[in-house]
T-cell receptor
Framework: RKEVEQDPGPFNVPEGATVAFNCTYSNSASQSFFWYRQDCRKEPKLLMSVYSSGNEDGRFTAQLNRASQYISLLIRDSKLSDSATYLC??????????????FGSGTQLTVLP | EAQVTQNPRYLITVTGKKLTVTCSQNMNHEYMSWYRQDPGLGLRQIYYSMNVEVTDKGDVPEGYKVSRKEKRNFPLILESPSPNQTSLYFCAKGNIYYEQYFGPGTRLTVT
C-alpha cells in the first residue's frame, strides 16, 4: 500500500462547479499535511497547509480526519485557472530519525469553459 | 522572494557519463532536498540535507550522490547515469514542517 494515495483523476468539471479531492495516508504518526498545486511541467507550489480544525482560504477548504487518516480539498466556484494537478503531501517520521515529506501521485483537474 | 535555481534545465546525456545538476538557494534555509518525478509515481525524495555537511538518504538514493559544503548549494551527482534515471528532477528548500520551495526542475534524458 502506498504511504499517500490519491485518485489520479482526471477530473473534468465545468466552470463554477464545486469539486472535492480526497487523499489517504497510511502512517498514523503523520504530523503535518499540505496540498500543493503543480501546473504542467512546472514546479509544485504550496496551496495550503491542512490543520486539524480544518481551514479555508477563499474558494479552497481543507479538512483533516485523523481517525480515518484522510485529508480533503474542496474547491468552490472553480475557475479555468484552477486547472492543474493537486498533490497531497504528508510529513511523517520515516524509518530513519528524520522526518520526511511524502507526496501523493497527484489528482489532475481540468476546468472546462 | 524565496528562490531556488537549478542548472541545467534540460540535459540529454549518454549512459555512464558523469553529470552534476546544481541547486542554489537565496535565503539561507538549512533544509534542502532532491526529488525525482515520474509519471504515476509522483515525487520521490532522493536525498535531503538538514544542514552543512549533514545529508541523508531519501526513498530512492541508489545511483545518486549529493554534497552540502555550504548552505546555499546542494548539487546532485550522477556518477554513472543509466536510462532508468531519465526523469524530471526538482531541488527544494525550506522547512519540512512548513512550506517547501521548489526549483524550476531539470529534465534529464539518459540514452
Amino acid at each position: 500500500r502506498k504511504e499517500v494515495e490519491q485518485d489520479p483523476g482526471p477530473f473534468n468539471v465545468p466552470e463554477g462547479a464545486t469539486v472535492a479531492f480526497n487523499c489517504t495516508y497510511s502512517n498514523s504518526a503523520s504530523q503535518s499535511f499540505f496540498w500543493y498545486r503543480q501546473d504542467c511541467r512546472k514546479e509544485p507550489k504550496l496551496l495550503m497547509s491542512v490543520y486539524s480544525s480544518g481551514n479555508e482560504d477563499g474558494r479552497f477548504t481543507a479538512q483533516l480526519n485523523r481517525a480515518s487518516q484522510y485529508i480533503s480539498l474542496l474547491i468552490r466556484d472553480s475557475k479555468l485557472s484552477d486547472s492543474a494537478t493537486y498533490l497531497c503531501v504528508v510529513n511523517a517520521r520515516s524509518s530513519g530519525s528524520a522526518r520526511q515529506l511524502t507526496f501523493g501521485s497527484g489528482t489532475q483537474l481540468t476546468v472546462l469553459p | 522572494e524565496a528562490q531556488v535555481t537549478q542548472n541545467p534545465r534540460y540535459l540529454i546525456t549518454v549512459t555512464g557519463k558523469k553529470l552534476t545538476v546544481t541547486c542554489s538557494q537565496n535565503m539561507n534555509h538549512e533544509y534542502m532536498s532532491w526529488y525525482r518525478q515520474d509519471p504515476g509515481l509522483g515525487l520521490r525524495q532522493i536525498y535531503y540535507s538538514m544542514n552543512v555537511e549533514v545529508t541523508d538518504k531519501g526513498d530512492v538514493p541508489e545511483g545518486y550522490k549529493v554534497s552540502r559544503k555550504e548552505k546555499r548549494n546542494f548539487p546532485l551527482i550522477l556518477e554513472s547515469p543509466s536510462p532508468n534515471q531519465t526523469s524530471l528532477y526538482f531541488c527544494a528548500k525550506g522547512n519540512i514542517y512548513y512550506e517547501q520551495y521548489f526549483g524550476p526542475g531539470t529534465r534529464l534524458t539518459v540514452t
